[in-house]
């Protein structure tokens, strides 16, 4: 799924966004100072993960996203990591093992550069292109605004997705409804805001709840509660992520 349009985006919503990750940031600093040696290797959500992989996980990317908004200012394009995919999951298994005192300067680095990096940007620069599925740099602040709230959730230190906002909750939904892809039908209603988002072809099975709940679900963090179906079947298995 292509990187949703921030074309009609407003400097409200922008500014919304970036107020957001800055308190993020703010969050995922206090988080890793509470984090003990021995919790960081405790498994978490996420299959095969321990809170040691997110945070380096988090400093790597915010480095990889500092990079692109230099090089796109510079006027050049450049991969997210060097090598790719590969790369990025290659850095994660040879790091998440180191003390949880290199963990958490990791992570303050790769914050800094990004506040670094995207402190001067002006509006007009958030649209420069840049390699990041072949967007804006706006796919970044979108990708990395779903990337520290989902990330904070994974820490398990206390933060949920019953925290998230609406405005980030019915991102999340947008971006990823396209796991439902495979369905032959599908209707998202979420019943505090009213919005209604359609995947497939045909006549749809609904699924309904808070749009947090709807986000959580598909992005398969934990919630307190689970969506329901209109037909009362079971709620389908949300594919591959987009």
């Known amino acids: 799924m292509p990187e949703i349009s921030t074309a009609s985006a407003t400097d409200a919503e922008m500014a919304g966004r970036l107020g957001e990750i800055a308190a993020a940031h703010a969050r995922l600093r206090a988080q890793a100072a509470e984090i003990t040696e021995s919790a960081a290797r405790e498994p978490i959500a996420l299959p095969g993960w321990t809170r040691a992989h997110v945070l380096f996980h988090v400093g790597d990317l915010a480095r990889a996203f500092a990079r692109q908004a230099e ?13 790719g995919r590969p790369t990025r999951d290659r850095r994660i298994e040879e ?5 949880i005192e290199w963990l958490r ?24 292109p840049c390699s990041y599925r072949n967007s804006s740099l706006t796919a970044t602040q979108l990708a990395w605004w779903r990337e520290t709230e989902l990330h904070s959730v994974d820490l398990m230190a206390g933060y949920r997705t019953e925290n ?3 405005a980030l909750s019915a991102h999340v939904v947008a971006f990823l409804r ?6 032959p039908g599908v209707e998202l209603r979420a019943t ?7 995947v497939g072809q045909g006549t ?39």
Do not use: Q
């Open 204 to 242: 749809p099975s609904v699924i309904r709840a808070e749009v947090r709940v709807l986000a959580g679900w598909l992005s398969g963090r934990p919630a307190a509660v689970s969506p329901t179906t209109d037909s009362g079947a079971g709620l389908p298995e949300p594919g591959t992520w987009p």
């Open 105 to 128: 300067e990791s992570l303050e680095d790769g914050l800094d550069s990004l506040e670094k990096a995207w402190s001067g940007l002006s509006a007009a620069d958030w649209e420069l």
């Open 178 to 183: 396209s796991r439902l892809a495979a369905e």
């Open 95 to 99: 790091n998440h093992a180191r003390p």
């Open 71 to 83: 090089y796109a200012v510079a006027g050049k394009a450049i991969e997210v990591y060097d090598g």
């Open 164 to 166: 998230w906002s609406t």
């Open 192 to 198: 505090d805001t009213g919005e209604i988002w359609t």
